[in-house]
Structures are given as structure tokens and as C-alpha cells.
């Protein structure tokens, strides 16, 4: 009773084309496929580069060298 014969399976299958089509089965296997080749060339960039090293808190007494950064205080209001 829990597992399903060959013929429940292609009824399934039958029911799913007719629903979606083929063409558009075929749009989402190579969305998937492209998806998870993504992934993969993602993984394997990310564990080859080099780590990053994180960005450095700026406090008050550095002085920046670019004419377009504005200091300011935030304040709360009341």
C-alpha cells in the first residue's frame, strides 16, 4: 500500500504533461539546470578566492581623502 507501481507513476506523469505542456517542462529543466550549474561555479569561486578581509571600522580621527564625503552626527529627535 505505501509504494507505488510503474503505472500510478506514468499516470502521474501523463496528468503532469497535459497540465504544463512540454515546452514548458522543458523551460524549467534548463532553469534548473542552469540553476544549480550557477551554484556549483559559485562554490567552487568562492572556496578557490582568496578570504576577504573585513572592512575597518572609521572613527573620528581619520581624515578621509575624498572632497565628496559629508561628516555628520545623527541626532534623535525629541
Known sequence: MG???????????????LIFGTKKLKNMGQDLGGAVKGFKDGMKDGASSE????????????????????DVEAKTKN
Open 3 to 17: 509504494s507505488f507501481s510503474i503505472w500510478h507513476w506514468l499516470i502521474v506523469l501523463v496528468i503532469v504533461v
Open 51 to 70: 578570504p576577504v578581509p573585513p572592512a575597518q571600522q572609521v572613527t573620528a580621527s581619520q581624515k578621509t581623502a575624498d572632497a565628496n564625503t559629508v
